[in-house]
């Protein structure tokens, strides 16, 4: 009792007077010591990291955080034990929905632009962990699904910030029941530490392989028994660290490194076999690749699949060829073009998956491909429909350029692409993708330039309503149909669409008739009407607005029958 306010007089001095900046510093450089010991769960670091006071204030209370399991052993500067107050903190941040917290004291404040260098230890045990997800509600089987993180004798798989914090950070509190607080907080931490260096090497008892999503700078065999492997990020970029450890062996078919669980191999061959067959339709579509595609196996059919670091982590299930090539055009999509914006990294790679089904299928099966992910775009869209919105009201939302709701740059960006393309065709998409470098990717409008340069109309009225910023979805109906006889077999249909939603849409409008249908497309702005006339050889019976292409709301009221006047007048 007596050393316990022994410590906290020692703290109160130098924590009373100010609130805690837990994103003053930024971790530079890591260069760590990991022990991985799956017989016993544990993990056990030691090391040193290096941070830098990125504020314009002295700063002497850096932050370290690891995982809630973990615990701190020493934390020492230049060689003396530092001050520091352990504490648990409460975030979502980790896979335990806490970290282990060691707030330091430092007898001298580090100035504006200052580093410190920081030796420490640590350990403790990494177990599958479910606490974060099933305290707000997600069943216990798929949080296991979700979180698998964990070190063990069956399966060892650990992810860093945003799963496990198995090497120290510092963020602020983030929770899961805050929409999308604890991506934000992953996302700004990546982005702060973008430009760091993370050397790790790694040591575990017996023969398994270690495969980590950094770049292998050197292996050995060490004479205690330990097999050892040391992993650089080089910058760390935008990557999250992660590893596995197991049975593994390697297939190499380029363009696709596939690293399987033993036993598995016939998997393996399935999966590069996939990649192989539509590597050359990827690259005609968005460049030639920037590397291989890697896949990692995850041993458990359930787990979900996990992408980090041009590293792919997915179970090889039995499954049809054609469903491993769309869920494969999405990581050779990745390897071929990466963007600082998500909508646009992201959206691609999952347009490129539509792309594929529509290759191997047809445009109706793209159509349903995207058609299964709209709910929930619907859903998200809604609180920003005018006529759900109150009167006077502004809109709200999330710009595509600026989502961090994955429904926004992943779904609504898919559709987005999918739309230009039927706008400026195949050719000046391709044109345009191909003609993107990221690094002169500074301002929204850049990609709008490449693609005037290929497709001379005015798409400005689209990429507002859809890009720049968020006007929820359209909303179509047919106003009115009217059918004319012309010469004695042809028919022409005029169509009226009236969209009440508050993004413009280029929508596709089809005439059907029992033998067949034919279609325009018409542009109908937000809150306009517009009509189209469409030829058909044929007794036309009816009108559809919208094959599904363009995300709307409700769906069902886009088709009016017509009726045809009396043939003999
Ligand atoms: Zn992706």
């Given at each position: 009792?007596?050393?316990?306010?022994?410590?906290?007089?020692?703290?109160?001095?130098?924590?009373?007077?100010?609130?805690?900046?837990?994103?003053?510093?930024?971790?530079?450089?890591?260069?760590?010591?990991?022990?991985?010991?799956?017989?016993?769960?544990?993990?056990?670091?030691?090391?040193?990291?290096?941070?830098?006071?990125?504020?314009?204030?002295?700063?002497?209370n850096p932050v370290l955080q690891i995982s809630s399991t973990l615990a701190w052993n020493f934390i020492t500067i230049a060689g003396k034990p530092a001050q520091y107050l352990p504490q648990t903190y409460t975030s979502d941040i980790d896979h335990s929905g806490g970290l282990s917290?060691?707030?330091?004291?430092?007898?001298?404040?580090?100035?504006?632009?200052?580093?410190?260098?920081?030796?420490?230890?640590?350990?403790?045990?990494?177990?599958?962990?479910?606490?974060?997800?099933?305290?707000?509600?997600?069943?216990?089987?798929?949080?296991?699904?979700?979180?698998?993180?964990?070190?063990?004798?069956?399966?060892?798989?650990?992810?860093?910030?945003?799963?496990?914090?198995?090497?120290?950070?510092?963020?602020?509190?983030?929770?899961?029941?805050?929409?999308?607080?604890?991506?934000?907080?992953?996302?700004?931490?990546?982005?702060?530490?973008?430009?760091?260096?993370?050397?790790?090497?790694?040591?575990?008892?017996?023969?398994?392989?270690?495969?980590?999503?950094?770049?292998?700078?050197?292996?050995?065999?060490?004479?205690?028994?330990?097999?050892?492997?040391?992993?650089?990020?080089?910058?760390?970029?935008?990557?999250?660290?992660?590893?596995?450890?197991?049975?593994?062996?390697?297939?190499?078919?380029?363009?696709?490194?596939?690293?399987?669980?033993?036993?598995?191999?016939?998997?393996?061959?399935?999966?590069?076999?996939?990649?192989?067959?539509?590597?050359?339709?990827?690259?005609?579509?968005?460049?030639?690749?920037?590397?291989?595609?890697?896949?990692?196996?995850?041993?458990?059919?359930?787990?979900?699949?996990?992408?980090?670091?041009?590293?792919?982590?997915?179970?090889?299930?039995?499954?049809?060829?054609?469903?491993?090539?769309?869920?494969?055009?999405?990581?050779?999509?990745?390897?071929?073009?990466?963007?600082?914006?998500?909508?646009?990294?992201?959206?691609?790679?999952?347009?490129?998956?539509?792309?594929?089904?529509?290759?191997?299928?047809?445009?109706?099966?793209?159509?349903?491909?995207?058609?299964?992910?709209?709910?929930?775009?619907?859903?998200?869209?809604?609180?920003?429909?005018?006529?759900?919105?109150?009167?006077?009201?502004?809109?709200?939302?999330?710009?595509?350029?600026?989502?961090?709701?994955?429904?926004?740059?992943?779904?609504?960006?898919?559709?987005?692409?999918?739309?230009?393309?039927?706008?400026?065709?195949?050719?000046?998409?391709?044109?345009?993708?191909?003609?993107?470098?990221?690094?002169?990717?500074?301002?929204?409008?850049?990609?709008?330039?490449?693609?005037?340069?290929?497709?001379?109309?005015?798409?400005?009225?689209?990429?507002?309503?859809?890009?720049?910023?968020?006007?929820?979805?359209?909303?179509?109906?047919?106003?009115?149909?009217?059918?004319?006889?012309?010469?004695?077999?042809?028919?022409?249909?005029?169509?009226?669409?009236?969209?009440?939603?508050?993004?413009?849409?280029?929508?596709p409008v089809a005439v059907r008739a029992a033998q067949g249908e034919e279609r325009k497309r018409l542009e109908v702005r937000a809150h306009e009407k517009n009509a189209v006339r469409i030829p058909i050889p044929v007794v036309p019976q009816q009108a559809v607005v919208n094959d599904?292409?363009?995300?709307?709301?409700?769906?069902?009221?886009?088709?009016?029958?017509?009726?045809?006047?009396?043939?003999?007048?």
């Amino acid at each position: 009792m007596k050393k316990v306010v022994c410590i906290l007089c020692i703290f109160c001095g130098f924590y009373s007077a100010f609130a805690l900046d837990r994103q003053a510093f930024t971790f530079t450089d890591y260069d760590l010591k990991i022990k991985v010991t799956p017989a016993t769960q544990s993990l056990e670091a030691e090391g040193k990291v290096t941070l830098r006071n990125d504020t314009t204030q002295p700063q002497r209370n850096p932050v370290l955080q690891i995982s809630s399991t973990l615990a701190w052993n020493f934390i020492t500067i230049a060689g003396k034990p530092a001050q520091y107050l352990p504490q648990t903190y409460t975030s979502d941040i980790d896979h335990s929905g806490g970290l282990s917290e060691a707030v330091i004291a430092l007898p001298q404040p580090v100035p504006p632009q200052g580093t410190i260098e920081i030796e420490l230890s640590y350990s403790g045990k990494i177990q599958q962990d479910n606490t974060r997800l099933t305290r707000v509600g997600v069943p216990e089987e798929k949080a296991a699904r979700s979180d698998w993180d964990q070190i063990s004798e069956s399966f060892t798989g650990v992810r860093g910030i945003g799963h496990v914090v198995w090497y120290p950070i510092a963020t602020e509190a983030a929770s899961l029941s805050e929409g999308t607080q604890v991506f934000e907080g992953v996302m700004a931490w990546k982005e702060r530490q973008s430009g760091s260096r993370m050397r790790l090497s790694f040591c575990w008892p017996g023969d398994a392989q270690l495969v980590a999503n950094g770049q292998n700078v050197a292996a050995a065999m060490q004479p205690d028994g330990l097999s050892c492997q040391a992993v650089q990020y080089q910058p760390v970029g935008m990557v999250v660290p992660a590893f596995v450890l197991g049975s593994y062996r390697a297939l190499n078919q380029p363009p696709m490194a596939v690293q399987y669980v033993a036993g598995h191999e016939s998997y393996a061959r399935t999966w590069a076999a996939a990649g192989e067959k539509i590597a050359p339709f990827i690259v005609q579509w968005f460049g030639p690749r920037k590397r291989p595609v890697q896949v990692v196996e995850l041993p458990d059919r359930d787990m979900y699949p996990y992408e980090g670091g041009g590293v792919f982590f997915t179970p090889l299930v039995r499954g049809e060829e054609k469903d491993i090539q769309v869920v494969l055009a999405h990581q050779l999509a990745h390897a071929s073009f990466q963007s600082p914006r998500l909508w646009m990294d992201e959206g691609l790679a999952h347009f490129a998956q539509a792309l594929v089904r529509g290759q191997q299928d047809g445009r109706a099966a793209a159509l349903a491909y995207m058609d299964e992910r709209l709910p929930p775009l619907q859903e998200a869209e809604k609180q920003f429909q005018p006529t759900r919105r109150r009167s006077g009201a502004p809109p709200t939302g999330q710009s595509l350029v600026n989502a961090s709701d994955e429904v926004f740059f992943r779904t609504k960006a898919m559709f987005v692409w999918w739309m230009l393309r039927d706008m400026v065709g195949d050719d000046a998409l391709e044109h345009a993708l191909r003609a993107y470098r990221p690094d002169q990717d500074k301002d929204a409008a850049y990609f709008q330039r490449l693609l005037a340069a290929q497709f001379h109309r005015d798409l400005e009225w689209f990429f507002d309503d859809w890009v720049y910023r968020d006007r929820g979805l359209p909303e179509f109906h047919i106003a009115a149909v009217y059918p004319r006889k012309l010469i004695p077999e042809d028919w022409s249909v005029t169509v009226a669409v009236e969209n009440s939603g508050s993004a413009g849409a280029e929508v596709p409008v089809a005439v059907r008739a029992a033998q067949g249908e034919e279609r325009k497309r018409l542009e109908v702005r937000a809150h306009e009407k517009n009509a189209v006339r469409i030829p058909i050889p044929v007794v036309p019976q009816q009108a559809v607005v919208n094959d599904g292409s363009v995300p709307a709301f409700d769906m069902g009221h886009s088709s009016a029958e017509i009726k045809t006047p009396d043939a003999s007048h």
